[in-house]
């Protein structure tokens, strides 16, 4: 039989066969380690983030114990160590190169698709795009340039 250990992420317990926990520490250790002091408490924070959302997954009904296999299965998904987290995006108004407000362009930014094709949809959509448009007018942050868009969303 093997030892179970608890592992808290985020705020939420999982328990792992003392393997699985060796190997998640071995990995956690290794990518904490590939960071300086300064970056490495937010790239620990993102890293706990998504691990705790993919151990969640693993989880099923009757399952409640992490087994080696699990953990291996969810290492592969995440970035190689002293690999940077990938970019949280977000949305803004770009006011360069606007027609209107300039949410078609943010909107294109952040799926980073072609600002006609966004334009087209939301003509082709116009009775719920009215609304969603009118609302993102006043919610969505506004910067003056797809650049400034792309520094504030990676200093987030």
Wanted: a positive charge.
């Amino acid at each position: 039989m093997k030892a179970i250990v608890t592992v808290s992420l985020c705020g939420t317990e999982f328990e792992l066969e003392d393997d699985a926990s060796a190997k998640l520490r071995r990995y956690i250790a290794a990518f904490e380690a590939a960071f300086p002091d300064s970056r490495r408490a937010a790239q620990r924070e993102e890293l706990d983030r998504m691990l705790k959302e993919r151990l969640t997954s693993r989880l099923k009904r009757k399952k409640t114990t992490l087994v080696e296999a699990d953990i291996e299965a969810v290492l592969v998904e995440l970035p190689a160590v002293g690999a940077p987290m990938p970019a949280k995006r977000r949305l803004f108004r770009i006011r360069q190169g606007r027609d209107i407000t300039g949410l078609c362009l943010g909107v294109a930014a952040y799926s980073q698709l072609d600002v006609g094709l966004v334009r087209w949809v939301f003509v082709l959509t116009a009775g719920v795009s009215i609304i969603i448009y009118l609302v993102a007018m006043f919610v969505v942050p506004v910067v003056e340039t797809v650049e400034q868009a792309k520094l504030a969303s990676a200093s987030s």
